[in-house]
């Protein structure tokens, strides 16, 4: 995400700066151009940035601005984030020291790679790119991050981190650990019978995807967002219930006349923001 | 399904009839060479027939079961079907008039498009395709079900009906409804906030597609596996229940170590069984 970031950028930025634990991603980061230069220390590389983009997983990001990166940011640097959930980051962001001009950010795009490898300019290209206020948003801060999200050719969303939280939770969380439990149920089938491993076709393939994700990155996105998730989850066992009711109830015309608006809110979804993208079910 | 049935055939029989009520699907596949004769009568398209394939969603298999083909066959003609859950099904051909040679079958595959023009001769090639005996299984008709498998490049897996469908309701069923109780859970948030289509993307895709699956066809299958569904249902609602149970306690530590074998199950299932295929969670 940071390499695509930075390959985006590059025409918006005079220098790029890099900053990266791990020497091999550093050293692929400058040979391929992706960024000018590239450090281990982070006071070195952002002390005269006059644009900082921390992009880590959502711990990681609290914990930067909570202990150090405060106090190496020049006065009227920006600080934008790319964490998954903004409530805690755009809290830390408050504390910053006054001066710093602070947004959170979530882009809502991904490469199925991960890793410096796989950057790509156009990544955040017609995606929502969401921007969330802090106590140390000023008016030109907020410009100034709309600039950037345009620079990438990303869609600026505006709203505040509760609501971001509260919708990602619906539509990335919520699905990750419907994902993680229908792996754990096949799972323990699979172990009686083999064939459950065996006949699992398209279907589960689809369905279990995200219980694949990187479980750090996922941990630390639950954990910053627990409340949201536990109403989501709430909310969902009550659909599934009302499902259940009808199928055990052999109800079967209320059954169907409940999943119609489902399929088609589906694919109107698919119509509307995926491009009218076909993935077989038109 | 049918027509991929009837081209992936071509070799092993010498003449092909296709059987459908519908006209412009009938001078397609004549025209196309999918099948030699099409007829919209099913007792003249099956009273010559060494062999006799349904394909249909499963309830209308059952109808055609118990009300109609048995009376229409030659005695020794085997008769399969290509329907999603087997019960009901294999129950029916046990009815059936005794010389009628009667197997159940369930190929696990399935094209994103659906109807003749989506024929396709390799649909079948490497996947499973379960046979389920019934009390009109003699030993010869399931060698000739097997023989007919391996004309369809398919690998034949036997087991009895309850088995299966208890399989296909973990790896099937049970994933369309959390796919559909998805959808109204999000499609809920979304009508008090739009933001939510807006910002979903492909996480969400994943999990909603078999939610956009053909509404008759689902229901057909829920309601002929209701038992086996409910079981799975419950399984899968113990195994939420215990990572919401780990997620609100603040458990991290034990929500990542039973997280991190999900993913591995997942990545080990992709490995063996999707030919290991990438679809990014590598």
Not at 192 to 205: C, E, M, N
């Amino acid at each position: 995400m940071g390499g695509s970031l930075a390959l985006a950028l590059r025409d918006y930025a005079d220098t790029i700066t890099g900053v990266d634990a791990d020497e091999v991603t550093r050293t692929y980061a400058v040979e391929h151009g992706i960024v000018d230069y590239a450090t281990d220390d982070l006071r070195a590389g952002v002390s005269e940035a006059d644009v900082v983009i921390l992009a880590a997983p959502v711990r990681v990001i609290a914990e930067m601005l909570r202990r150090r990166i405060g106090s190496y940011l020049r006065s009227n640097t920006l600080l934008i984030d790319i964490g998954s959930t903004k409530q805690d980051i755009c809290s830390a962001m408050a504390e910053l020291p006054i001066g710093i001009q602070a947004v959170g950010g979530h882009p809502m795009t991904g490469k199925e790679q991960s890793g410096i490898e796989a950057s790509a300019a156009d990544l955040y290209r017609g995606r929502p790119f969401v921007l969330c206020p802090t106590r140390r948003t000023t008016p030109a801060a907020r410009l100034r991050a709309l600039s950037l999200v345009r620079a990438l050719e990303a869609v600026p969303i505006e709203m505040e981190a509760e609501r971001h939280d509260h919708v990602v939770a619906a539509i990335s969380h919520l699905p990750y650990l419907l994902s993680a439990a229908l792996v754990a149920t096949v799972g323990r089938e699979g172990q009686k019978d083999d064939a459950v491993w065996q006949l699992a076709a398209g279907g589960f393939r689809d369905m279990s995807r995200l219980a694949g994700s990187d479980v750090q990155m996922m941990g630390d996105i639950l954990s910053t967002n627990t409340q949201a998730v536990a109403t989501l989850l709430a909310l969902f066992r009550m659909q599934l219930a009302l499902l259940e009711a009808m199928l055990i109830s052999r109800d079967d015309q209320n059954l169907a006349e409940t999943l119609y608006p489902l399929r088609e809110a589906r694919l109107n979804w698919m119509e509307r923001y995926m491009n009218g993208a076909n993935d077989g079910n038109k």
